[in-house]
């Protein structure tokens, strides 16, 4: 099972950048897909999830600039972030969860810059 994540990079406030995340392999049932993110010196936190049924969750910090999709033909989930803030600045992790296990990407780097 793999998970390939790209999309990030480098963007002024107020941009706008879009993250994807391929999960491709053996996975059966999957349950929620989610994006989380690790700032410097942070723990890493939730940022928006969705489950199979389209129940969305966002962190407060981006409800109303981020948008979480996913499209399970594809096995793929995105995140497009609109009005990015500098402490938006962060790694991106996509995870996975099945059934009966946990699946995280490689994480992406995104950086706003002020």
């Known amino acids: 099972v793999q998970l390939q994540a790209s999309g990030g990079g480098l963007v002024q406030a107020g941009g706008s950048l879009g993250l994807s995340c391929a999960c491709s392999?053996?996975?059966?049932?999957?349950?929620?897909m989610a994006w989380h993110r690790q700032g410097p010196g942070k723990q890493r936190e939730l940022v928006a999830s969705?489950?199979?049924?389209?129940?969305?969750t966002y962190a407060r910090s981006v409800e109303g600039r981020f948008t979480i999709s996913r499209d399970n033909a594809k096995n793929t989930v995105y995140l497009q972030m609109n009005s990015l803030k500098p402490e938006d600045t962060a790694v991106y992790y996509c995870?996975?969860?099945?059934?009966?296990?946990?699946?995280w990407g490689q994480g992406t780097l995104v950086t706003v810059s002020s």
């Open positions: 995870s996975v969860i099945t059934s009966g296990n946990v699946y």
């Open positions: 969705i489950t199979s049924g389209g129940t969305i």
């Open positions: 392999g053996s996975i059966f049932s999957i349950r929620v």
